[in-house]
C-alpha cells in the first residue's frame, strides 16, 4: 500500500514560483503530478519513472516527462533517498490555478500516460495564481 501526501501549495502572483513535494511511503516507480481546476477533467502535467538497483539502492535510469503547457516552466524531480517528489514551478499563469495531484504506481511508466494508469493518489494542494 503506498501512501502519499503533498505540500507546498499556496497563492501567488502571476510570473512567480512555487515548489511543491510529495512525501510516499511504498514503491513508487512511477510518479506524477496531476492538476485539475473547477469544472474541468484531471490533467496530467508531468511524470518521472526511475529503475534502481534493488542491491545497491541507488538510480540507475531516470526519464522525465512534461505537458507542452508546462514544459521549460515546470521541474519534476524525485529524491528516491527520501522517497518524496517535487514539482518546481516558474513563471506561473493564471491558467495554472488548480488542485494539484501526486500519483504513484508500482510499475515503470512510459512517456504517454493517462490518471487511470496510477493506482495511488494524493488529497492535492491547491495552487492560485492571480494575474
Known amino acids: 500500500q503506498v501512501q502519499l501526501q503533498e505540500s507546498g501549495g499556496g497563492s501567488v502572483q502571476s510570473g512567480g514560483s512555487l515548489k511543491l513535494s510529495c512525501a510516499a511511503s511504498?514503491?513508487?516507480?512511477?510518479m506524477a503530478w496531476f492538476r485539475q481546476a473547477p469544472g474541468q477533467e484531471r490533467e496530467w502535467v508531468a511524470h518521472?519513472?526511475?529503475?534502481?538497483?534493488?542491491?545497491?539502492?541507488?538510480?540507475?535510469?531516470?526519464?522525465?516527462h512534461y505537458a507542452d503547457s508546462v514544459k521549460g516552466r515546470f521541474t519534476i524531480s524525485k529524491d528516491n533517498d527520501e522517497n518524496t517528489l517535487s514539482l518546481q514551478m516558474n513563471s506561473l499563469k493564471p491558467e495554472d490555478t488548480a488542485m494539484y495531484y501526486c500519483?504513484?504506481?508500482?510499475?515503470?511508466?512510459?512517456?504517454?500516460?493517462?490518471?487511470?494508469?496510477?493506482?495511488?493518489w494524493g488529497q492535492g494542494t491547491q495552487v492560485t495564481v492571480s494575474s
Open positions: 500519483a504513484a504506481v508500482n510499475s515503470y511508466c512510459g512517456p504517454l500516460v493517462r490518471a487511470a494508469d496510477f493506482r495511488y
Open positions: 511504498g514503491d513508487t516507480r512511477c
Open positions: 518521472i519513472t526511475t529503475i534502481t538497483s534493488s542491491a545497491t539502492i541507488t538510480t540507475l535510469d531516470s526519464s522525465t
